[in-house]
């Protein structure tokens, strides 16, 4: 009965929702105001989200102003390489919609810079120089300049350079994909990094599973979380691996370049740092008890850099602590994997030598790809493994190693009393205890 009423009051919220939507959107197109969108909380921008261009196989995704470059207009794409001998050029238009430009347009030659790999798709940065009438607020790109009127604009973001920021710390988590069930993981993850100082956490999302939509739900209505839809299964076929020989498709990795070089021109002027990792990732500071002491620390010692990369410790998932003092009975009906349980790491580089994950001064990265930084503007530094490491925990892919092979580290358990408590807290308002 209870959860009839709840029901109907979720459809009454949902329908309101939609209404307002609905008014929102009506109302913004009628009045054509010039949008504002870097001024607005990331929550109210418009939504990225995959535009094809008109004419052509190319893909648009977003579109920023990139201060460091001289105000040219970077627009993050998906290319497709058997297209990429025909010139691009870049539209600017005033005041104009989703649907066509409204307002006077002015046209130029882009250029681009493509993610190197064997795929037929990549992401890309096409480059559209500033654009020379001021009240330029949308950009499309195309093959064909003469013929620009017709075209799918993206609202210009970024438009003005900030030097204060709303957060310290804001986690991109590139993606999610399939039926990816791994509730427990996250919220424990989730609630991990809020002890420790992230303030935002944004994801795209392609798929996933039942149970952790709600801890996403639940997260998204604490306004902690923005999902990005990240429908890139309805365009493209999507590889689930960096190689194409591991996984056939036409992108790598469900589009997780696109989306990690979105989500840093997305916030570059929301937060101080971004950190760059997966769902079943953390970064854990060895000195420090949170990343802000951990990142003040590391911006003194090294003051002129800008990226700083934690090396890949993975922690098989397979072994266990033995003490018993995990897995906790309340949480055995919760699907996913419990990061307190697997204490025991690979030696280093045992999974891949160049694997590190990320935090960056996003105003200093030009371009990214998922482990290093490839165009940026500051220097990169190998964190010490013992001041700080990537906690990968996951099923062993390379080598299954005994016990014996591998060190017990109990750094997480200095942490489990409040990550416990805000674990069960966050499980039960998502509706999973
Ligand atoms: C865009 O729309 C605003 C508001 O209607 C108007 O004031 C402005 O002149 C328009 N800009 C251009 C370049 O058409
Ligand atoms: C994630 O994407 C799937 C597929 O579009 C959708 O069904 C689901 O509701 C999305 N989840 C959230 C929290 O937006
Ligand atoms: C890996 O090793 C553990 C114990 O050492 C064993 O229980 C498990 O079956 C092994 N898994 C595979 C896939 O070899």
Same mark, same amino acid.
């Given at each position: 009965?209870?959860?009839?009423?709840?029901?109907?009051?979720?459809?009454? &919220?949902?329908?309101?929702?939609?209404?307002?939507?609905?008014?929102?959107?009506? *109302?913004?197109?009628?009045? =054509?105001?010039?949008?504002?969108?870097?001024?607005?909380? @990331?929550?109210?921008?418009?939504? @990225?989200?995959?535009?094809?261009?008109?004419?052509?196989?190319?893909?648009?995704?977003?579109?920023?102003?990139?201060?460091?470059?001289?105000?040219?207009?970077?627009?993050?794409?998906?290319?497709?390489?058997?297209?990429?001998?025909?010139?691009?050029?870049?539209?600017?238009?005033?005041?104009?919609?989703?649907?066509?430009?409204?307002?006077?347009?002015?046209?130029?030659?882009?250029?681009?810079?493509?993610?190197?790999?064997?795929?037929?798709?990549?992401?890309?940065?096409?480059?559209? #120089?500033?654009?020379?009438?001021?009240?330029?607020?949308?950009?499309?790109?195309?093959?064909?300049?003469?013929?620009?009127?017709?075209?799918?604009?993206?609202?210009?973001?970024?438009?003005?350079?900030?030097?204060?920021?709303?957060?310290?710390?804001?986690?991109?988590?590139?993606?999610?994909?399939?039926?990816?069930?791994?509730?427990?993981?996250?919220?424990?993850?989730?609630?991990?990094?809020?002890?420790?100082?992230?303030?935002?956490?944004?994801?795209?999302?392609?798929?996933?599973? #039942?149970? &952790?939509?709600?801890?996403?739900?639940?997260?998204?209505?604490?306004? &902690?979380?923005?999902?990005? @839809?990240? @429908?890139?299964?309805?365009?493209?076929?999507?590889?689930?691996?960096?190689?194409?020989?591991?996984?056939?498709?036409? &992108?790598?990795?469900?589009?997780?370049?696109?989306?990690?070089?979105?989500?840093?021109?997305?916030? =570059?002027?929301?937060?101080?740092?971004?950190?760059?990792?997966?769902?079943?990732?953390?970064?854990?500071?060895?000195?420090?008890?949170?990343?802000? *002491?951990? =990142?003040?620390?590391? /911006?003194?010692?090294?003051?002129?850099?800008?990226?700083?990369?934690?090396?890949?410790?993975?922690?098989?998932?397979?072994?266990?602590?033995?003490?018993?003092?995990?897995?906790? #009975?309340?949480?055995?009906?919760? #699907?996913?994997?419990?990061?307190?349980?697997?204490?025991?790491?690979?030696?280093?580089?045992?999974?891949?030598?160049?694997?590190?994950?990320?935090?960056?001064?996003?105003?200093?990265?030009? /371009?990214?790809?998922?482990?290093?930084?490839?165009?940026?503007?500051?220097?990169?530094?190998?964190?010490?493994?013992?001041?700080?490491?990537? =906690?990968?925990?996951?099923?062993?892919?390379?080598?299954?190693?005994?016990?014996?092979?591998?060190?017990?580290?109990?750094?997480?358990?200095?942490?489990?009393?409040?990550?416990?408590?805000?674990?069960?807290?966050?499980?039960?308002?998502?509706?999973?205890?």
């Amino acid at each position: 009965m209870a959860s009839t009423k709840k029901m109907v009051i979720l459809i009454g &919220i949902n329908s309101f929702i939609f209404l307002l939507v609905t008014w929102l959107l009506r *109302d913004q197109s009628n009045q =054509m105001e010039i949008p504002v969108d870097q001024n607005r909380p @990331p929550e109210e921008r418009a939504q @990225p989200t995959i535009t094809p261009v008109l004419n052509s196989k190319h893909f648009m995704v977003s579109a920023f102003k990139d201060h460091r470059q001289s105000g040219a207009v970077r627009v993050i794409s998906i290319l497709c390489r058997e297209e990429l001998k025909k010139k691009l050029y870049c539209a600017f238009c005033a005041n104009a919609t989703a649907e066509g430009s409204v307002g006077p347009c002015t046209s130029s030659e882009a250029w681009f810079d493509i993610h190197r790999n064997n795929f037929p798709y990549a992401t890309a940065s096409v480059m559209c #120089p500033s654009p020379s009438s001021p009240g330029a607020t949308h950009v499309s790109i195309t093959n064909d300049p003469n013929n620009i009127h017709n075209l799918k604009f993206l609202p210009i973001q970024n438009q003005e350079a900030k030097n204060s920021y709303k957060y310290n710390f804001i986690w991109c988590i590139s993606n999610i994909f399939g039926k990816s069930n791994n509730a427990l993981q996250f919220v424990q993850t989730m609630e991990l990094y809020r002890i420790m100082g992230v303030q935002r956490v944004v994801i795209y999302n392609t798929s996933c599973g #039942p149970d &952790i939509e709600k801890a996403f739900k639940y997260y998204q209505k604490e306004g &902690i979380l923005e999902v990005v @839809p990240w @429908p890139i299964d309805k365009f493209l076929k999507p590889s689930g691996s960096w190689r194409p020989d591991y996984s056939p498709g036409e &992108i790598h990795y469900y589009g997780q370049v696109t989306t990690l070089n979105d989500c840093i021109y997305r916030y =570059m002027y929301e937060s101080k740092y971004l950190v760059l990792n997966d769902l079943d990732e953390f970064i854990m500071p060895y000195k420090h008890a949170s990343l802000g *002491d951990l =990142m003040g620390f590391l /911006q003194e010692r090294y003051s002129d850099a800008a990226i700083f990369r934690f090396w890949n410790y993975v922690y098989p998932n397979t072994q266990s602590d033995d003490s018993g003092r995990y897995p906790l #009975p309340q949480w055995k009906n919760v #699907p996913g994997v419990s990061i307190l349980e697997h204490i025991y790491r690979e030696p280093e580089n045992a999974d891949s030598p160049i694997s590190a994950k990320l935090i960056v001064d996003p105003r200093r990265v030009e /371009q990214t790809i998922v482990h290093q930084t490839q165009k940026q503007f500051g220097r990169t530094i190998e964190v010490p493994t013992d001041i700080g490491h990537l =906690m990968h925990i996951r099923h062993p892919k390379e080598k299954n190693f005994s016990k014996d092979q591998l060190t017990k580290d109990k750094r997480l358990w200095d942490f489990e009393t409040k990550l416990i408590s805000r674990t069960n807290q966050a499980l039960f308002k998502s509706g999973l205890l």
